[in-house]
């Protein structure tokens, strides 16, 4: 049995290995960007750090297993193994960098500043970041990427030093020069996956600011657009594809609004990937960040008021019901801070009437008379649901 233990730039634990001699060879092609050292140990040399991975193969098959996963699981391919490995080394940093924004997205640097593609599902960001890199891009990444507050208070992004990784077959109609480029740096790959690296990896932890987001949308047909995204959509984007941990919801929303302002947002509607990546190359240039206004949520506390609903009892807006106005939607953060919630108009003017202490009864007959043509029984259920839910995240409490 052979053992090695590898330890990864920026990482606190290692990854250990176990009869995994070509894995370890080979490791270098999936992360040309991130420096690590690999030391065959025999078990008396056993640190006392917990590995954050355990690989272990025997001869047809791959086992590993984390503190970052739920149960091990069993790969047939290197490929598929080393897949999984990085997730887990991702999940990794992420435990040891909390209050970090985390976005499961890609990101290129162009012109010293990145563009950042949150994750749709099969939108093709990997394949565009590619066809970036073919013209001259540089990779941060095509899975995650955290993100710190920069000097000049614009978010920056980290760069993961690890490859592409395309889906095999590759899309037909790919440009001659991206597949030039595939060819030119060829990384692992198997019947399901091809690494694609090269020198234009960023290494490991580069920062660079984000200047601009994109969100995807992939069609069948029809030329390459750029189109104007509502603020409320991209902030929806970013909330989805955000899983970092330890971070107040009031405090990622803040970060995510700042990220707004400084990173102009469009939304590119592609079919042809060259067509989108000459699009991204030469069409984001002209965007604009918005003037900034810092927002800020308040820190979490104990939940107001935990009692039911009464309908004879006035109720008074909290401190908690702070709301940022993003296009048609209004945002804010739980009282507990777990949760990041959106609202529409009608809610946003509800908590309005709630900023002087009023009894739902009360409540509703100033609304039947601002709304004739509703059915009183529909205003009563729309009222009553929307109460009960300001009363749970702690947006409303008994006035006293």
Not at 89 to 109: D, K, M, T, W
Not at 129 to 152: K, Q
Not at 243 to 258: H, K, Q, Y
Request: proline share 8%.
């Amino acid at each position: 049995m052979t053992v090695h233990d590898i330890w990864f730039q920026g990482l606190a634990s290692p990854v250990r290995c176990v009869d995994c001699d070509d894995l370890v060879k080979g490791l270098a092609g999936y992360v040309p960007g991130w420096p690590f050292s690999a030391k065959r140990i025999v078990p008396a040399e056993y640190g006392p750090e917990v590995p954050c991975a355990v690989l272990a193969f025997n001869g047809t098959a791959w086992l590993i297993q984390s503190p970052h996963t739920t149960e091990p699981r069993i790969h047939k391919t290197q490929v598929n193994v080393v897949c999984d490995l990085l997730s887990i080394l991702a999940s990794a940093l992420i435990a040891q960098s909390p209050g970090r924004l985390c976005f499961h997205a890609a990101a290129v640097e162009r012109n010293e500043g990145l563009i950042l593609f949150p994750a749709l599902r099969r939108a093709g960001k990997s394949t565009l970041s590619v066809a970036l890199m073919a013209r001259g891009a540089r990779l941060f990444t095509d899975d995650y990427l955290l993100v710190d507050h920069g000097p000049s208070g614009a978010l920056t992004g980290q760069a993961t030093g690890i490859a592409a990784r395309l889906r095999l077959p590759l899309p037909d109609g790919l440009p001659p020069d991206v597949l030039s480029f595939v060819d030119a740096h060829p990384g692992p790959e198997n019947k399901q996956y091809r690494y694609v690296g090269g020198a234009t990896v960023a290494p490991h932890g580069t920062m660079a600011p984000i200047r601009s987001i994109v969100l995807l949308d992939r069609a069948d047909d029809g030329p390459a657009t750029l189109s104007e995204v509502p603020s409320g959509d991209v902030l929806a984007a970013l909330a989805k594809q955000n899983f970092s941990r330890g971070l107040p919801a009031g405090e990622a929303l803040s970060a995510l609004i700042t990220l707004t302002q400084t990173a102009p947002a469009v939304r590119l509607t592609y079919s042809d990937v060259g067509e989108a990546a000459d699009l991204v190359m030469s069409g984001l240039d002209h965007l604009l960040p918005a003037p900034r206004r810092d927002v800020l949520f308040p820190r979490p506390g104990p939940h107001p008021d935990r009692s039911a609903l009464d309908l004879m009892h006035a109720y008074q807006r909290t401190r908690f019901a702070v709301l940022y106005p993003a296009g048609d939607v209004w945002v804010g953060a739980s009282c507990d801070g777990e949760r990041m919630l959106q609202f529409d108009a009608i809610a946003a003017n509800v908590l309005d009437l709630l900023d002087e202490a009023i009894s739902p009864s009360d409540l509703l007959d100033l609304l039947a008379d601002a709304l004739p043509d509703m059915e009183p029984s529909a205003l009563r259920d729309v009222v009553t649901d929307l109460l009960r839910r300001f009363l749970r995240v702690g947006y409303i409490a008994r006035a006293t």
